[in-house]
């Protein structure tokens, strides 16, 4: 029992921490999709784009990797939220796809440029609300019966998860204007200071209401937070902090501090949820044990993962390197 | 009528994966196909090779940007309508699909950003080799799910308890019976389905009489390919099909319209298999054939569909036509091949209008093949999921209602519609713009975005190019 044990907990770290990545690293380029609206023209437009254009798709392969992941080690995971969130999952795919193709045929097109720039706009804030919606429905927990999932096709869709779908939006929106204050200059970067704030003042709402309504709906997370004052109040305060940092630093005009800052609430508010909801990962009634796939699948997979991930990121760097300071958003001069 | 999630489910897979396995089946063998005509730049200096290269790479980029997007969709199909079949297979399909993942997925992404933007930043030698990377990733990656798939059909190395598959030996689940077989068939489809595109493209660029002596030589080295490839595909197909005759004798029972267990049996050229009165209707045979076909007697022993209940029989109407469309379509490949052949003497296999016509049409004809041999595969196995184990209905999600698989159904159906149709335009454009645009030196004000598919592509997507 106590090599399961220790297996189990190394996947769930594995699998939080890639999901952290993938939050941070795809977080700031949907982000750029929900702003196109708002962009001041079309220029400004081009070049929101083009500052994520190199990055993009790799991040949504380790999306794959993450299913694929969630799958291997944890498949009830699996098999109750896609079920579970079935319409929501559609949403995210069809989402991702209209954005993921507009970054090709935005930059081809010439008659039909406008299509493609509300394809990407549409598709962006679709895939970050159904994310938001999903975070929240983890929250609310599943109606399972056995391990299956028992509950309607809509369960997922409540007022609560309606506000934590547009707080990831509005978090997303946030690190994407604060990644253009850092990568942008001029009259782009001047906008992005102004609406840092709005997206702020946006996000620190919908995370007053998560922190209020999380502990009501489960027993366990209310006496972890409110019957010993314990360390973990030191991650909301933190979070908190770093608003205050990002707002600072807009004021004084600093270029990377926000982003900095914007990724920080995101980390401090994630690292808060999984302390108050661990050990438990299919709320309200599965723990990562028991959700865990067999100890030789975890042991088999982990075993190619220490061999094949070094040489992954060793032939990537090399691609790096050879494309090196050559991603500019700009063309040749 | 009420809505049946089973039946949905199964139209929704079918769909979703008859659409994204387009792509692959093409990306596979035209990987290959480039890393070929770079080997042979390298080898002989010939600038030829290197057109040639340029052109095929914008097409490879654009395939294998719409395969990777459809292929996010696949990756959750398996939870979202088949969950109670995910959670039981998960102990082995988790670590397979992710295993794909890491050995597949980023070798083809890094080095694809190599192949397409590094011509000028590496080595000669640099550059063949990530077009080799690129290549082997597609082949680690068919691998993987082709393996996957062969534990479906003829599934071992797993132990079933309390409703959960659990891996007793690694070995024999990824090398299944049936693995060798099926993985030779589709590597060699997929190389056929590149020779015959290369091939019908490099036809139509000689009807429009463009860059001839580059692609006169892509049309000389694709019907080689095709002169040794499609013979070799029936010759692998008949030991396929031989395998499938010992582990699933019921989809082999399907394929021939064979109802009654017998020996001496005919190979039907035309029937119309009706499932309902277990009997076929207007039959045209050829006396014991199938029989010699199936067990190398003309007096062998096939069995038939009435061997099991009507109810765990397969579609049979659906296979026995698929595998006919499939087995026709392959020799015609053939066909073509000789052809081909007696057209060398003197380079007329690229002066004759009509054999260049028929090219260009043959280069649809490997895709339909390649989804004919996967219904027959598939639907073949039904009703099994597992075959002989979980059935269909026993792998679907329990909570999903007739209106959701609905729903989503219409939904992909749209999405591919609507962003297909426009990769599909592109690739078009591509085409038109042929080696000529494939080998332009960038324009000045062309916005550099580096290690994207498309963007190696140069031609626009609409309006003047």
């Known amino acids: ?333 | 009528m009420d809505l049946d999630p089973l039946i949905l489910s199964r139209i929704q897979f079918a769909f979703v994966v008859c659409f994204h396995a387009i792509f692959p089946v093409f990306t596979i063998g035209l990987a290959s196909t480039i890393a070929g005509f770079e080997t042979l730049h390298f080898k002989t200096g010939n600038p030829i090779w290197q057109k040639l290269s340029k052109f095929w790479i914008q097409v490879f980029a654009v395939v294998f940007g719409i395969g990777v997007v459809s292929g996010i969709v696949m990756s959750f199909q398996f939870g979202t309508n088949w969950s109670n079949f995910s959670y039981a297979t998960a102990n082995f399909l988790g670590p397979v699909l992710s295993y794909e993942v890491i050995t597949a997925f980023f070798l083809e992404a890094a080095f694809l950003g190599v192949l397409l933007f590094g011509r000028d930043k590496v080595p000669q030698g640099v550059h063949l080799f990530a077009a080799i990377m690129v290549a082997t990733g597609t082949f680690i990656s068919s691998f993987w799910i082709l393996s996957a798939n062969s534990l479906m059909q003829t599934p071992q190395g797993l132990e079933l308890i309390d409703g959960m598959y659990y891996v007793r030996s690694w070995t024999e689940a990824l090398f299944t019976p049936s693995f060798g077989y099926r993985f030779a068939h589709m590597a060699l489809a997929s190389f056929l389905t590149a020779a015959l595109v290369v091939a019908g493209v490099s036809a139509w660029f000689i009807l429009q009489k463009r860059e001839l002596e580059a692609n006169r030589k892509a049309l000389s080295v694709a019907l080689w390919f095709l002169l040794v490839l499609a013979p070799t595909q029936a010759v692998i197909g008949d030991f396929h099909g031989l395998n499938t005759l010992q582990h699933q004798p019921m989809k082999v029972a399907a394929m021939e319209g064979n109802w009654e267990t017998s020996t001496g049996v005919p190979l039907l050229l035309f029937a119309i298999p009706d499932k309902e009165a277990q009997t076929n209707h207007f039959e045209v045979k050829i006396p014991k054939l199938a029989s010699y076909v199936l067990t190398h007697d003309w007096d062998g022993e096939v069995p038939g569909l009435k061997d099991v209940p009507i109810e765990e029989q397969p579609p049979v109407f659906i296979v026995f036509w698929s595998f006919r469309i499939m087995v026709g379509l392959g020799l015609l490949m053939i066909a073509f091949a000789i052809w081909g052949l007696l057209l060398r003497p003197k380079g007329r296999y690229y002066q004759s209008t009509r054999f260049l016509n028929g090219l260009r049409l043959m280069s649809l004809s490997p895709f339909i093949a390649v989804l004919a041999g996967w219904v027959v595969t598939e639907a073949g196995r039904a009703p099994w999921l597992i075959y002989g184990q979980m059935t269909h209905a026993q792998g679907l999600t329990p909570s999903l209602t007739g209106g959701m698989a609905l729903f989503t159904l219409i939904g992909y159906i749209v999405v591919y519609a609507l962003v297909f149709s426009a990769g599909v335009y592109y690739l078009l454009q591509v085409f038109k713009g042929g080696l000529e645009k494939a080998n332009e030196a960038p324009e000045m004000e062309e916005i550099e975005r580096p290690k994207r598919p498309f963007s190696a592509a140069r031609a626009a997507i609409d309006g003047e190019q």
């Open chain 1, 1 to 333: 029992m106590e090599q399961h044990f220790d297996l189990t907990v190394i996947w769930a770290g594995i699998i939080g921490f890639g999901l952290m990545m993938y939050v941070l690293m795809d977080g700031f380029d949907l982000g750029q999709g929900i702003l196109f609206p708002f962009a001041p023209n079309e220029k400004a437009r081009d070049t929101m784009m083009n500052s994520v254009a190199p990055v993009w798709d790799g991040n949504e392969t380790w999306l794959v990797l993450g299913g694929a992941g969630l799958l291997a080690a944890f498949p009830l995971v699996y098999s109750v939220f896609l079920p579970a969130l079935y319409i929501g999952v559609f949403l995210l795919l069809a989402g991702l796809i209209f954005r993921g193709v507009a970054f090709e045929f935005r930059f081809k097109a010439k008659t039909s440029k406008h299509l493609w720039s509300w394809s990407f706009a549409v598709g962006s804030t679709v895939a970050s609300f159904a994310q938001g919606a999903v975070v929240g429905a983890y929250i609310q927990g599943f109606e399972t019966q056995g391990f299956v999932y028992s509950g309607g096709p809509l369960d997922w869709l409540t007022p609560f998860t309606v506000v934590t779908g547009l707080g990831l939006v509005a978090g997303y929106a946030l690190l994407g204007s604060t990644w253009l204050i850092m990568k942008t200059e001029g009259e782009l970067q001047d906008w992005a200071y102004k609406i840092t704030p709005k997206l702020l003042a946006g996000l620190l709402t919908v995370f007053t209401i998560v922190c209020i309504y999380t502990p009501f709906v489960d027993e366990t997370v209310k006496m972890r937070w409110f019957n010993n004052i314990s360390i973990i109040w030191v991650l909301p305060a933190l979070a908190l902090f770093c608003a205050y940092v990002v707002l600072r630093a807009v004021k004084k005009r600093q270029d990377g501090m926000p982003f900095v800052a914007s990724m920080g609430i995101f980390l401090f508010s994630y690292l808060g949820l999984l302390a108050s909801k661990w050990p438990y990962i299919v709320p309200p009634n599965f723990t990562i044990w028991d959700a865990a796939s067999s100890h030789n699948s975890q042991l088999f997979l982990l075993l190619g993962f220490l061999f094949v991930i070094p040489i992954v990121l060793a032939y990537t760097s090399w691609t790096y390197w050879v494309f090196r300071g050559k991603v500019k958003a700009g063309g040749y001069h």
